[in-house]
């Protein structure tokens, strides 16, 4: 049965985020609110969580999952960051974007594009996020809840309740979530390319510098 935490979207509760923490740390799949839209998450190099996430989303192999980390000193140990991405990073993160970056040696083989050894990571702007990352000291592995054959993300908690309460370790309710994904910025190739628009405004990554 999984747990179910109602955590305060603007001032998260320490006692239940350092709980929510320890669960990722023991090995488990959590679902958590971003700034986008509600994930699944588990530890980095968990390749148990890793499966059961998988199976819960029904995604094959070659589906690239995203690093979220707490803030640039963190995104920096797995991605190869230079000056210009680093600009662009600074200033529209935290935020709902998703950046594929030129991976680290720290990036597990698992994680990254199998032929450009790339991975996707983002800093996500929300406070119960923001504060369950900081926790954890490292990155949650994730994807976005969304259901098999469905094209929006879940966004209910209870509705996420009912539906996974025997298949995820915990729940946080952080509200209603968001019905889309981020929007995924390549930086890999130097200049920006849009791959796909979400919720956040692809327009900085656009227009002449």
């Keep these: 049965m999984s747990q179910f935490f109602q955590i305060h ?18 090995g488990g799949v959590i679902i958590y609110p971003t700034d986008s839209s509600y994930a699944l998450g588990c530890r980095l190099g968990d390749k148990a969580a890793l ?5 819960l989303r029904q995604l094959d ?8 980390c707490c803030g640039l000193s963190q995104l920096s140990l797995f ?18 974007y998703t950046f ?10 698992i994680m990254m594009h199998p032929k450009r050894r790339t991975v996707g990571l983002r800093i996500p702007a929300h406070p119960i996020a923001q504060a369950l990352l900081a926790e954890l000291g490292e990155p949650l592995l994730s994807s976005s809840l969304i259901l098999p054959g469905e094209k929006l993300p879940m966004s209910d908690p209870e ?12 729940i946080v309710d952080g509200g ?14 130097g200049e920006p390319r849009i791959l796909r628009i979400g919720c956040g405004d692809p327009a900085p990554f656009t227009e002449p510098a």
């Design 51 to 55: 499966e059961r996430i998988r199976r």
């Design 79 to 96: 991605a190869k960051v230079d000056t210009a991405a680093f600009r662009l990073l600074k200033t529209w993160t935290p935020g709902p």
């Design 9 to 26: 979207p603007e001032n998260p509760q320490p006692r239940l985020i350092k709980q929510a923490a320890e669960i990722v740390r023991s």
């Design 176 to 189: 209603g979530g968001g019905l889309e994904a981020s929007t995924v910025i390549n930086l890999a190739d």
């Design 100 to 109: 594929i970056l030129n991976a680290t040696r720290e990036v597990p083989r």
């Design 159 to 170: 509705e996420m309740r009912r539906h996974f309460e025997r298949q995820v370790d915990l």
């Design 61 to 68: 192999d070659k589906h690239n999952f995203t690093l979220a």
